[in-house]
């Protein structure tokens, strides 16, 4: 197998969705698909705190037990756009590509998570050899 390249560079943002799905499978007991949509919607909440584009959450600020049932039967809803695995698929996977999601990507965040390192542990770090393949100027 030739050395796997992504398409496009590895943002901080694709580590943590990804991460995120990981543990919404594992700690919210959600589908794969669900749990796709789940990372997806975190890391752009997450993103959208960061800088300033949406309030963060009052400290001690809790949901209920039914607001988290809801949230494992729907999909979360961000500006009137469901985040979907599909929307998923389109906007880390393809960006990457499939094979190197599939057969590099994913599998190392999987192995970080599993060896119980923290999203801050591994953001960096698996990032730093993933260098886009150069692209040949006709």
């Known amino acids: 197998m030739a050395d796997l390249h992504p398409r496009a560079p590895i943002r901080r943002f694709d580590v943590f969705a990804e991460y995120n799905r990981l543990k919404g499978?594992?700690?919210?007991?959600?589908s794969p698909g669900k749990a796709k949509g789940y990372g997806l919607w975190l890391a752009k909440v997450v993103a959208a705190q960061k800088f300033g584009r949406m309030a963060r959450p009052k400290p001690g600020e809790k949901r209920t037990e039914e607001e988290e049932k809801k949230e494992a039967r729907a999909w979360h809803d961000l500006s009137g756009v469901p985040q979907t695995d599909k929307l998923f698929d389109k906007e880390i996977v393809n960006r990457m590509g499939r094979e190197f999601y599939a057969e590099v990507f994913?599998?190392?965040?999987?192995?970080?998570?599993?060896?119980?390192?923290?999203?801050?542990?591994?953001?960096d770090s698996l990032r730093a050899d993933w260098k886009p393949e150069k692209v040949k100027s006709a």
């Open 25 to 30: 499978i594992k700690d919210k007991h959600l």
């Open 106 to 123: 994913s599998p190392a965040i999987r192995e970080a998570y599993e060896e119980g390192k923290s999203y801050a542990d591994i953001r």
